[in-house]
């Protein structure tokens, strides 16, 4: 399809491991975002790639958060030594421009459990 | 610090009536409003949105309300219909700056 895909969609796993998670936004799209949702909580911004600039990463949680973009295109989100509060489901979004007026699209998220 | 509030988990509608789902916001510089649904186990999908120049925006059974002087929006779907139930979020943000903040979400269900 042509839509965003996010792998894996669900991933159970110890505390104190490490996690990766992918994302393969919309084919053409220059900014590509990651969220959080934690039960019961809004949307909460994780990081931001526009493009080769340099990623706003003002809404990682911690130093145990890292996102890559590579090539512009694919990202993946890791998480070091994992919490149980990192247990959430994460989701990425991407459009066609970095600017804020223009609609995410969004995939099907990875639902992260820490055991 | 949520800057963007939807106070009501949750709503139901019967069939054919009007849902209408509220929102309020603290930053005042926000001037660009959004409404996004999620169905179980998918990503939120963009539904609707209006730019702070506008108090109105109609897109077929769907229509955005913005009050600026409340800071509040609301989405009204006129009308409802089953398929509508899902989880509306409400998201806004300041024209080109990367911070989107969204809502945590209203439940809406449309009962047949």
């Known amino acids: 399809g042509a839509g965003v895909s996010q792998s894996p969609s669900n991933k159970v796993t110890e505390k104190g491991k490490d996690v990766e998670l992918r994302c393969d936004p919309i084919s053409g799209h220059t900014a590509l975002y990651w969220y959080r949702q934690s039960l019961g909580q809004g949307l909460e911004f994780l990081i931001y790639f526009q493009g080769n600039s340099a990623p706003d990463k003002s809404g990682l949680p911690s130093d145990r958060f890292s996102a890559e973009r590579t090539g512009g295109s694919v990202s993946t989100l890791t998480i070091q030594r994992t919490q149980q509060e990192d247990s959430a489901v994460y989701l990425c979004a991407s459009s066609l421009w970095g600017y804020s007026n223009q609609p995410q699209h969004f995939g099907d998220g990875t639902r992260l459990s820490i055991l | 610090d949520q800057q963007v509030k939807q106070n009501s988990p949750s709503l139901s509608v019967q069939e054919g009536r009007i849902s209408i789902l509220n929102c309020d916001y603290t930053?005042?510089?926000?001037?660009?409003f959004l409404w996004y649904k999620k169905y179980p186990a998918e990503g939120p999908t963009f539904l609707i949105s209006i730019s702070s120049i506008k108090d109105k925006n109609e897109d077929g059974r769907f229509t955005v309300f913005l009050n600026k002087s409340a800071k509040h929006l609301s989405l009204h779907i006129v009308p409802s219909q089953p398929g509508d139930s899902a989880v509306y979020f409400c998201?806004?943000?300041?024209?080109?700056?990367?911070?989107?903040?969204f809502g945590a979400g209203t439940r809406l269900t449309v009962k047949p």
């Open positions: 930053n005042s510089m926000f001037d660009y």
């Open positions: 998201a806004a943000s300041v024209y080109n700056n990367n911070d989107m903040r």
